[in-house]
């Protein structure tokens, strides 16, 4: 209940003026990309398999050391641009996306079936379907978090319209609430109730429990998922939510929609967006999609643990196993 200060604690369009935010790829930096596909393609390693020593890139391993460094102690963001991913197979994109992320971090799996990248798009899905996961649809999504040190994203085509990324610092919406809504920020450090989600079907317990805002031996963490708060809040044998539980709900909904604090932008074919679930909360605006299948909106999604993760108070072991620094830790277990 003390203003969090520091890099992460950036308001709206500042991030744009962070050297830490992002780095356009330049021309021998590609070069170096395609070196490395050409070499893991030509040594036929399946895709799980290649590792950062695998994937060598002399020069831009640096900038992507010091991007790791910033998705922890810095903005907790960090925007790659510039692969030309038109000039390549969706396999090839792929395998460089992965190639890229093990320069940050480990892939940990997404699924129940043990997957560990992501295809983001809209799989038609209709209401009620079990299979239906919100990245898997074409609505909008509120602000939130997910299972994982780092998120990534690769933008392989983008929808006719909509589809955008919204980032906004979790450290500046606690320090707003702080401000203007103390009782309120008060409730998120609180423990709430969260429902297994139903695509983590080994998981046997139904329900856990976790704050919203935590200060773990020094470090800030903020994390939030709403559609489980609310399904778990809905069950018959948890309590029902307090009024000024869903207040603060609706504050911090209402905080991290302010166009004054958050980033609102739109990934080109090409990009790459990988996010600190711990600093920043992330959303999606509704999108439209072309008709043609093979011109559909398509991001590749990757969960990342990293070496440099901070500690998470114990209250997170339900959802993250282990929550000591640097632990290998989170996504969703195969029965």
């Known amino acids: 209940m003390q203003p969090i200060e520091g890099p992460a604690a950036w308001r709206g369009e500042e991030l744009l003026s ?21 070499a893991v393609n030509t040594r036929q390693l399946t895709l799980e398999d290649i590792t950062a020593e695998d994937f060598p890139l002399p020069t831009l391993s640096l900038r992507l050391r010091a991007a790791q460094e910033s998705l922890e102690k810095g903005c907790g963001s960090f925007f790659l641009r ?20 093990r320069h940050l971090g480990m892939p940990i799996s997404q699924s129940a079936g043990g997957a560990r990248l992501f295809h983001v798009e809209d799989s038609g899905f ?3 379907d079990a299979r239906a996961r919100g990245p898997n649809t074409r609505k909008g999504l509120s602000f939130h ?22 980032l906004v610092s979790s450290v500046t919406v606690h320090n707003t609430l702080l401000k203007r809504r103390p009782d309120l920020l008060a409730e998120l450090y609180r423990p709430w109730y969260y429902k297994t989600h139903n695509v983590d079907v080994a998981n ?94 398509l991001l590749l999604r990757i969960w990342l643990s990293v070496p440099n993760s901070r500690p998470l108070p114990a209250a997170f072991a339900g959802s993250f196993g282990r929550t000591e620094a640097g632990a290998l830790r989170g996504g969703i277990h195969p029965p």
């Open 82 to 101: 510039g692969w030309p991913v038109d000039e390549h197979s969706l396999e090839d994109n792929r395998r460089l996306f992965w190639g890229v992320s």
């Open 145 to 166: 978090c997910d299972r994982c040190d780092v998120i990534g994203f690769l933008c392989v085509r983008q929808a006719k319209t909509g589809g955008e990324n919204c």
């Open 204 to 297: 046997d317990d139904p329900w856990c429990r976790q704050p919203i805002f935590a200060i773990e031996r020094g470090h800030f963490v903020g994390y939030v998922l709403r559609v489980l708060i609310d399904r778990a809040y809905q069950m018959p044998e948890l309590p029902d939510m307090t009024p000024l539980q869903r207040e603060a709900l609706d504050y911090l909904d209402a905080v991290c929609a302010d166009p004054s604090l958050h980033y609102r932008f739109r990934q080109r074919p090409g990009d790459m967006l990988f996010i600190n679930n711990f600093t920043n909360f992330h959303s999606r605006t509704e999108f439209q999609d072309h008709e043609e299948a093979e011109r559909r909106r």
């Open 18 to 38: 962070r050297a830490d935010w992002q780095h356009d790829l330049a021309e021998h930096e590609i070069q170096e990309l395609k070196q490395a596909l050409a």
């Open 126 to 128: 209709q209401k009620g």
